[in-house]
């Protein structure tokens, strides 16, 4: 009897074009923002506000990944930045292959920052790399402080996490030392608390991403 790990292979597979991304990434001088976090965290309308802030002074460009519709890839074109749609009917993550198919809808050399939204999900987009620079949580105040606890893989696999909509945690009973003790038992991870409503912390965590890229060096 033979036993096909599907799992393990399709992983492994993910793993070597997720590396050829990264070396198109580098070739071509894109740093690259995987941003993932479950329905209804705040990801589009943080792209938004990121897009307004940046676009005067960096080239952007955004893959829009959602199982259906393209609501999000709409709000992020009337932003004005190139953006490429991928459904993947069904799927709750974007996978690498995903990826590389939507490269060739860009004109690389005409982009600084490129931001992947994820599908909304807090489980597996976390397992696949995309040969993204840097990856992000969005994280949102009426999801409740236990997101950390519930969902350890995801704030192991980021870089930083942004806890949105803060302006409601009073509302929402939000226990914010909670929630950062959670995240910290799981790893050292800087936690920007945002709200894109009123615009609080927003600086702080563009100018950590800005930091993220001259790090890289492009
Ligand atoms: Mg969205
Ligand atoms: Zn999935």
């Not at 969005?138 to 870089?159: A, H, L, N, T």
């Not at 509302?171 to 799981?186: A, S, Y």
Request: hydrophobic residues 45%; proline residues 3%.
């Amino acid at each position: 009897m033979k036993v096909i790990k599907v799992a393990a292979s399709v992983m492994r597979g993910n793993e070597k074009i997720a590396l050829e991304n990264q070396a198109v990434f580098r070739n071509n001088n894109v740093f690259v923002v995987n941003i993932m976090g479950s329905p209804g965290a705040g990801k589009t309308t943080l792209l938004l506000k990121t897009i307004e802030a940046l676009k005067d002074n960096v080239r952007i460009g955004v893959i829009e990944g959602d199982i259906a519709t393209s609501h999000d890839a709409e709000l992020i074109h009337a932003a004005g930045v190139p953006v490429v749609q991928i459904n993947t009917e069904g799927a709750c993550h974007l996978d690498a292959r995903m990826i590389q198919l939507a490269l060739t809808h860009f004109n690389l050399a005409e982009i600084d920052l490129l931001f992947i939204e994820n599908v909304g999900n807090l489980v597996c987009p976390a397992g696949f790399n995309l040969g993204e620079s840097a990856r992000v949580v969005v994280s949102s105040v009426p999801e409740g402080d236990d997101k950390p606890k519930k969902y350890p893989g995801m704030f192991r696999v980021v870089d930083a996490v942004l806890l949105n909509k803060i302006d409601l945690s009073g509302v929402f009973g939000f226990n914010i030392n909670t929630f950062r003790e959670d995240v910290r038992q799981t790893r050292e991870l800087e936690i920007f608390e945002v709200s894109c409503k009123t615009m609080d912390g927003l600086s702080g965590w563009i100018d950590w991403l800005m930091g993220k890229r001259s790090a890289v060096g492009y």
